[in-house]
Every structure is written in structure tokens, then in C-alpha cells.
């Protein structure tokens, strides 16, 4: 039998690198195999049968979107918070909201939530078109009067133009309202990343050293970040106290516990995509995190707080060189930026 030096999709390779100036020796496939296929996402997310995606919906979903005339004082669209230059979310520790207040959770990234069955960091919405009007009618956020908003869109002649195309015979409130920015939330995606090249046949799209970071990030006898961070959007959709140094202070945030009342869930958060992660910075429900480095550490020594924390936190033991390669995989995660059209807003 022939003997080639090219490596096969599902042969374990022996990988000696350099990584950090360092050598690394790990017992991983330097290839993509059948498996790692269950990490590329679908062409399209679900939508609802009766908000199905079209580009009319698509487009007055951006309108309204970055229109800052949706809060109360006009200052605060949708956008400001999830922000298309700060990687769909805001690049503050946590959130501001109406007259700048500052308040308890960071904004999470609208970056493929579109693949989510849950929404919020609490999980206390069920879908896009759910959350939608959350942030307009909350007094802490954009503190809206829907009443005063819906009437004004009545009678604005280029959105009752925008809304017949989009929803024709439908009226103008708050459930065409949702719909539509529901529909641009659907567009914003992300799933051409250099590890989806990689996936797909470009061996060339990830470094070695982000490789074997995927390899260790999937390993259970590693990073196993998989326990949370699972395929194909990095995330189970779950709930978990991960052991933030916030969750000992007083009255602190107990997220879906307050949702749903059940003792293990006290402390307990949305595990979030890792997808463009690279561009979300700080990490984490509270913002604790500034680097990709500092999440990696926090898991790595597992967690601060042990009040009520999740049975799949626990120490690494990986090594700086380890913890840099899983850094450089989640570098992998973002797709390329391309240009991005702001939309015209109605004049009047």
C-alpha cells in the first residue's frame, strides 16, 4: 500500500508546534473530519410562518432598527446599543439606557440570535419578534410610549409606505412592529469565519496554533468549553452560574432564577454564541472580562464564586500555552467585515 505524507480527514496526527515560543505536543486531528461537520450552521435561520423573511420586511426592520425616534426623548435607537462598529453590541461593561443610566447587564450582540430559542440573558423572552418592543416600552431603556409611536407611524407617509410592502393589509402596532425589526434581526449573521472555511475544505483558514485550540476548546478532558459552548452556534442554549466575582456581592443578580424559580438556576445565565467574539468585548453578563485571555482565565481556574456554581465549572489545569491556543480559536470565530449600509430614515 502506498504510503502518502499528505494527512487523511479522520487519521490522529501527532502535532508538535510552537506556540508562545514553546513546544506543544497534542494527540489531535490537524484536519476537519465527518464530525466537526455539525459545527456549520444552516443557510438561514427558522423564521415564523407568518413573518417569513422577504426583503421589504428586511428593510423596514432596518429603518426602524437605527431609528432613534422608537425612545422616548429621540436620542436612542435600537442601534445605539447594538451598534453594527462595536460588533452589534455597545463595548461598555454593561449597558446605558434612557438619560444615560447605567444598568445591571451587558448588551448582548444580535449576532445570529436568530439561531436562539430563547432571547435575553435571562431567557425570559421566547423569540425575536417577542423581545422586539422589550427595550422600547422598559423606562430604564428607551422608554417609549407605544400608544404616541404607533399613531405617529400611522400617519408617516414613507413607513405606512414601507409597512404596506412589507405587511400589506396588516396594521401598523406593535405586532407588524416586532415583525419587522425581528426580520432585520434575521440578517444579521454570522457564518464565514475562518473556522467555517476551515469546515468546509480550506486547511489553510486557520493557523495551527487555532487548530489545536479547537481540538483543546472540544477536548472534555480540557477546555471542554463544549459542555456549554455547543455546536453549531456555540451555545446550548442554556443557563448556567459560571462563578463571576459579582455573584458574592450583595443583592446580587440572580438572572433566570427569577424567571424561573428553581434553585439550581439562582446565578444562572444564557451561555451566549462565541460567533464575532473577537468584536464583543467586555465578556460576560456583567462585563467583568475585558480580554478573551481574561475569559479563558476565569475558566481556566474555575471561577471566583462557588455560591451555587455549575456542576461543569471546575479547574483546568491548562497550561499558558494551552489557554493561548483556545484565545486564538475563538479569534477564528469572526467572520471578515464587509461594508454596511446605514439606512434612510423617514424625514419626517
Known amino acids: 500500500m502506498k504510503i502518502t505524507h499528505r494527512f487523511t480527514l479522520f487519521a490522529a496526527v501527532i502535532v508538535s508546534m510552537a506556540i508562545a515560543g514553546e513546544a506543544v505536543a497534542a494527540d489531535y486531528l490537524l484536519s476537519p473530519g465527518k464530525e466537526d461537520h455539525k459545527w456549520l450552521l444552516p443557510a438561514s435561520p427558522m423564521a415564523p410562518a407568518d413573518n417569513q423573511l422577504t426583503p421589504a420586511r428586511a428593510e423596514l426592520g432596518k429603518a426602524l432598527f437605527f431609528d432613534p425616534r422608537l425612545s422616548l426623548d429621540g436620542n436612542l435607537s435600537c442601534a445605539s446599543c447594538h451598534s453594527p462598529m462595536m460588533g452589534w453590541s455597545d463595548g461598555l461593561p454593561t449597558a446605558k439606557g434612557n438619560k ?24 425570559r423572552k421566547s423569540s425575536l419578534e417577542d423581545q422586539a418592543l422589550g427595550p422600547m416600552e422598559s423606562m430604564d431603556e428607551m422608554a417609549m410610549d407605544l400608544t404616541a409611536l404607533f399613531k405617529w407611524l400611522n400617519v408617516e407617509p414613507t413607513y405606512k409606505e414601507m409597512f404596506a410592502q412589507a405587511y400589506p393589509g396588516e396594521a401598523i402596532d406593535r405586532t407588524t412592529v416586532a415583525k419587522g425589526i425581528a426580520s432585520f434581526e434575521r440578517t444579521v449573521l454570522s457564518k464565514d469565519s475562518p473556522f467555517d472555511r476551515w469546515l468546509q475544505g480550506d486547511e489553510k483558514a486557520m493557523t495551527r496554533q487555532q487548530i489545536i485550540g479547537f481540538r483543546l476548546f472540544s477536548d ?72 478573551l485571555t481574561d475569559v479563558v482565565a476565569h475558566y481556566n481556574r474555575g471561577g471566583v464564586s462557588k455560591t451555587n456554581l455549575s456542576p461543569n465549572m471546575k479547574s483546568l489545569g491548562l497550561s499558558p500555552e494551552e489557554a493561548s ?8 470565530l469572526t467572520t471578515p467585515a464587509q461594508p454596511f449600509a446605514l439606512p434612510k430614515l423617514p424625514s419626517n
Open 100 to 123: 444615560s443610566k447605567v444598568l445591571g447587564r451587558a448588551t448582548p450582540t444580535i449576532i445570529n440570535t436568530a439561531y436562539n430559542t430563547l432571547q435575553m440573558w435571562d431567557g
Open 220 to 291: 472534555a478532558g480540557k477546555g471542554n468549553c463544549v459542555a456549554c459552548h455547543q455546536a453549531p452556534n456555540f451555545t446550548d442554549g442554556g443557563f448556567h452560574n459560571i462563578g463571576l466575582a459579582s455573584d458574592d456581592k450583595v443583592n446580587p443578580d440572580v438572572g433566570r432564577y427569577a424567571i424561573k424559580p428553581v434553585a439550581a438556576l439562582k446565578g444562572a445565565f444564557k451561555t451566549p454564541t462565541l460567533r464575532d467574539i473577537s468584536l464583543t468585548a467586555p465578556y460576560f453578563h456583567d462585563g467583568s472580562a475585558r480580554t
Open 325 to 332: 491556543a483556545i484565545v486564538a480559536f475563538m479569534q477564528a
